[in-house]
């Protein structure tokens, strides 16, 4: 259970994920070097919102085809589990071949299906394709673009996951943009808004003074010690 509304959580969607993770590090120190994507993605839509949503977590492979008696059936367990968990959700991928994004599992199929199983968006190592085809506002973060599909199959879903650093269990909270992904705590949901306006404060102080005419280091000494007095 957790101790805020769906319409408290979608708040955060107002702000962008690096901003975010400037509220997280303020709300906790000692994490501030982990949960949050480090490499670079491709982004299908950048000109998109930022999303928010329970994580659903899956693995995939593409090389070589499925070992699986029924890979077809092991796929549509995949999709049920999409579909039962809670919404707003957001799917985090990761391809476990040794060059993820040999085959494309996001396309315009996909994306379709997805979002109509509530879902905000995709994370993932591996590859996409069909861009101007994709689900309309449906985002995704992906390694790769690839023409193809080759062999790629659902290996595991609802395990922890990692992708390009983001370690990711099924029901974390993803807030994604343009810019990566991260994973919100339970506990920070709520403490968020506060910390991002504390923040924002601190910020608007040095801005400001940048921008005035006349802007100079000593202005900048001066408004740096301003910022640091603000609460």
Same mark, same amino acid.
């Given at each position: 259970?957790?101790?805020?509304?769906?319409?408290?959580?979608?708040?955060?969607?107002?702000?962008?994920?690096?901003? $975010?993770?400037?509220?997280?590090?303020?709300?906790?120190?000692?994490?501030?070097?982990?949960?949050?994507?480090?490499?670079?993605?491709?982004?299908?839509?950048?000109?998109?919102?930022?999303?928010?949503?329970?994580?659903?977590?899956?693995? $995939?492979?593409?090389?070589?085809?499925?070992?699986?008696?029924?890979?077809?059936?092991?796929?549509?367990?995949?999709?049920?589990?999409?579909?039962?968990?809670?919404?707003?959700?957001?799917?985090?991928?990761?391809?476990?071949?040794?060059?993820?994004?040999?085959?494309?599992?996001?396309?315009?199929?996909?994306?379709?299906?997805?979002?109509?199983?509530?879902?905000?968006?995709?994370?993932?190592?591996?590859?996409?394709?069909?861009?101007?085809?994709?689900?309309?506002?449906?985002?995704?973060?992906?390694?790769?673009?690839?023409?193809?599909?080759?062999?790629?199959?659902?290996?595991?879903?609802?395990?922890?996951?990692?992708?390009?650093?983001?370690?990711?269990?099924?029901?974390?909270?993803?807030?994604?943009?343009?810019?990566?992904?991260?994973?919100?705590?339970?506990?920070?949901?709520?403490?968020?808004?506060?910390?991002?306006?504390?923040?924002?404060?601190?910020?608007?102080?040095? $801005?400001?003074?940048?921008?005035?005419?006349?802007?100079?280091?000593?202005?900048?000494?001066?408004?740096?010690?301003?910022?640091?007095?603000?609460?």
């Amino acid at each position: 259970m957790t101790d805020f509304s769906r319409e408290q959580l979608l708040q955060l969607q107002q702000w962008d994920t690096p901003t $975010i993770c400037n509220g997280l590090e303020i709300i906790n120190p000692q994490s501030r070097n982990t949960g949050f994507s480090f490499k670079p993605f491709v982004c299908l839509q950048p000109s998109l919102t930022p999303a928010i949503g329970y994580a659903r977590t899956a693995t $995939i492979r593409s090389l070589h085809p499925s070992s699986s008696t029924d890979s077809q059936a092991l796929r549509m367990q995949y999709y049920e589990y999409v579909a039962n968990g809670q919404n707003p959700s957001i799917v985090v991928i990761e391809d476990r071949d040794e060059h993820p994004g040999i085959g494309a599992f996001w396309g315009e199929v996909n994306t379709s299906i997805h979002s109509g199983l509530g879902v905000q968006g995709c994370v993932t190592n591996g590859s996409m394709r069909d861009l101007p085809d994709a689900a309309p506002g449906f985002q995704i973060l992906a390694g790769s673009v690839c023409p193809s599909h080759a062999n790629v199959h659902v290996e595991t879903y609802g395990k922890t996951v990692s992708v390009h650093g983001m370690s990711v269990r099924d029901g974390d909270i993803i807030h994604m943009d343009q810019h990566g992904a991260v994973v919100v705590p339970v506990e920070a949901v709520l403490k968020l808004p506060d910390a991002i306006a504390k923040i924002s404060r601190k910020e608007a102080i040095i $801005i400001g003074a940048a921008k005035k005419q006349g802007f100079n280091f000593e202005k900048l000494r001066a408004a740096m010690a301003q910022a640091n007095n603000t609460q």
